[in-house]
Structure formats: structure tokens, C-alpha cells
């Protein structure tokens, strides 16, 4: 009812412009709107080439792989709002897939890393995952806050001391670094298994538990006084302070968050990847940035939905599973990824000036 309302009254706003601000209006909207354009475009000319496309599976397909990344992007969401950004969100997600994996392998596996060690319960593992990335993200936060130092310093140096301890981890009881598999069944089940058929085609749970994760950071974001410190600190971090926000302990609850965001993710990743070696997580930080600048979440701070993010998380999902299907070769596929974050970060910058 409310979008409807709106929609009248730009409407109405329309029809009192002039013939040059009508033209302006069309202008801005096309740019500010040309990577939804040209994505709507890239699905047609991928439907035409090849009809499965749209297919029941391959929707279902899009739907998983968008839910196993939606948590990397909703905790990164945060970062960005604050005007800053999260390298070491990638190694997080290994690590906590690599810790998951040994923690619930199979007792009979020839291989297992912890051979005396029984499959632990599963709500104990998401807590360690969950403490173990919240860790790294209150070390980022703390560091962002009490030395003003910015994030992408903090997190290209935690990156790098995450991805050491996890190659350190990996090679634990003479494991060196062999991929860790042969997971419980209880695990899998539980994360990739199935209790809900789209058409014939199963849905995995975690698309369910992703669900779980955008109404837990929607309520964060918009009913919380964690949610409107952050927006306050992300806009004006200065005018935040002399209202009383924290912007100290505010900076270092929303990596905290974050990182316990990755855990999750990881721990996802873990059971749905079933292998899961030192390069687990390379380069999803990139994904996850490209998302919620897609989806609205914007580098000069103080905006961004949750709505948004998961929209950014869907259409940059489509765009890779239509490069699949167009079979493009996966270094151009390199190529694409870096241009649309670069386009969409230009858009976005384009936006804030215009408004200034």
C-alpha cells in the first residue's frame, strides 16, 4: 500500500516537471538503473540461446547458490555501511568450513583429522564457528575503532593471519593439508538435505535457514538501536557521537556481527562444497561486495536494505549461472565479475554526487 502511495506521488511529482526536467528524470533513471538493464537484457539473450535456462531446476539452482552466499553479503552489508569494507570475510568462511568439516566427519573415514573424536552436535559446532568469526571480526572492529586505522588495512592483515592459521589448522594430526571429507550424514542431511519440493525438485534446507538470516539482520537493521547507531556512525559518525552513539563500540558490534555472519556461512559451505581444502572461501568477500553495491548498500555510508542486499545476492547469482550456460570460459568469467563491481561502484559514486 505504501510502495503504491509512493508510486502516485512521483507520479503526480512527474507530470509538474518541465520538458528538460523530464528528460533529466529519464536520463538519471537510466543510468542509475543500467545494471538491472543490462542484466534483464543478459537473462533474455541467455533464455534465447538456451531455453534451460529458466528452467524449473536451474531456478532452483540460482535460488541455493543465492542463499549460500546471502549471509557472507548480509554480514559485509554491514562494513560497507560504515563506510568501510571486509577483505578477510573469504578466509573467515574457510576457516570456519575447514573447522565444521573435522569437527563432524564420519567416524569411519579412513582419513578423519580428530580419529577419536565423535561427530560433535551440530548446534555446538555453529556456536564455535559463529565465536570464532565474531573473534576475527571484533579483532577488525577494534582495530577500525580504537586506531582509526581503515578497514582495508585491518582486514587485508587479518585476512592474511587468517589464512595462515587456516593452513595451519589443516595440517593438524598429520592431516597436511588433504581436503577434509567424509562427512557425517547427520551433517549433510542437515544442511543440504531436503524436506520441501519445488515442481519436483528439492529445495535444500539451507535456502530455509538463509531465510532465517534475512529476517534475523532485517530485524537488526530496522527495530534494533544497534541498527540506527549504525546507520547514524555510517553517515555521519562525528554528528552520531555528539548524540550520544558509541561510535567506538557501535564500529566494533557490527564486525563482530559480520564475522559471526561468515561463520555461518562456513559452516553452510562446509556440508554443501563436501570438500573442503585452504582455497574453501577464495574470493567470496569479492561476490559479497559486488552484491550489496548492486543491491543498493553504499560505499559513502548510511544506506543500504536488507531488501537490496538480497536482490544484489540474486542478480549477481544469475548473471554467473548465465555465463555457465553461455559457456564462457571461467578466466573471462574473472573478467566480468571485475567489471560489474567496477561499474556498479561507479554508478554508486555517480549517485552520491549527484545528490550532493
Known amino acids: 500500500m505504501r510502495a503504491f502511495s509512493n508510486l502516485k506521488a512521483s507520479i503526480a511529482n512527474y507530470k509538474t516537471l518541465d520538458s528538460k526536467d523530464k528528460k533529466t528524470f529519464w536520463k538519471e533513471g537510466f543510468i542509475n538503473n543500467l545494471m538491472y538493464i543490462l542484466i534483464i537484457i543478459a537473462a533474455i539473450y541467455t533464455y534465447t540461446q538456451n531455453h534451460k535456462f529458466l528452467s524449473v531446476s536451474s531456478i ?25 569494507t571486509d577483505l578477510s570475510a573469504g578466509r573467515v568462511v574457510g576457516l570456519t568450513a575447514c573447522i565444521s568439516a ?53 582486514t587485508l592483515a587479518t585476512q592474511l593471519i587468517t589464512y595462515g592459521v587456516l593452513l595451519l589448522y589443516i595440517m593438524i594430526n598429520g592431516n597436511n593439508g588433504q581436503p577434509l571429507s567424509g562427512l557425517d550424514n547427520s551433517f549433510k542431511n542437515f544442511v543440504t538435505g531436503s524436506l520441501v519440493k519445488f515442481f519436483g525438485v528439492p529445495i535444500p534446507n539451507y535456502v ?10 532485517w530485524f537488526m537493521w530496522n527495530k534494533t538501536t544497534f541498527g540506527k547507531n549504525m546507520f547514524a556512525v555510517g553517515s555521519n559518525p562525528e554528528a552520531a557521537n555528539v548524540s550520544g552513539v558509541s561510535v567506538f563500540w557501535t564500529t566494533i558490534a557490527v564486525h563482530t556481527l559480520a564475522g559471526a555472519m561468515y561463520g555461518i ?31 543498493g548498500v553504499s560505499f559513502v555510508g548510511g544506506t543500504g536494505k536488507i531488501s537490496g542486499i538480497v536482490l544484489g545476492v540474486f542478480i549477481l547469482r544469475i548473471i554467473f549461472v548465465a555465463l555457465q550456460f553461455l559457456s564462457i570460459n571461467q578466466s573471462m568469467q574473472y573478467i566480468i565479475k571485475g567489471l560489474i563491481i567496477l561499474v556498479a561502484c561507479s554508478i554508486d559514486m555517480r549517485k552520491y554526487l549527484v545528490r550532493k
Open 60 to 84: 532452483v539452482n540460482i535460488i541455493s547458490l543465492s542463499a549460500a552466499n546471502i549471509p557472507i553479503a548480509l554480514g559485509i552489508a554491514g562494513c560497507i555501511v560504515l563506510t568501510g
Open 102 to 154: 573435522s569437527l563432524l566427519q564420519s567416524m569411519d573415514y579412513a582419513t578423519k583429522m580428530f580419529p577419536n573424536l565423535q561427530p560433535l552436535p551440530i548446534p555446538v559446532v555453529i556456536l564455535i564457528v559463529v565465536v570464532v568469526g565474531g573473534i576475527v571480526g571484533f579483532v577488525n572492529g577494534w582495530f577500525v575503532a580504537q586506531f582509526k586505522l581503515h578497514p582495508f588495512i585491518v
Open 208 to 217: 530455509w535457514y538463509a531465510i532465517i538470516m534475512i529476517a534475523f539482520m
Open 265 to 295: 556461512t562456513g559452516f553452510i559451505e562446509s556440508a554443501r562444497i563436501g570438500s573442503n581444502q585452504a582455497n574453501t572461501g577464495l574470493n567470496y568477500e569479492c561476490d559479497a561486495i559486488a552484491a550489496c553495491v548492486i543491491g
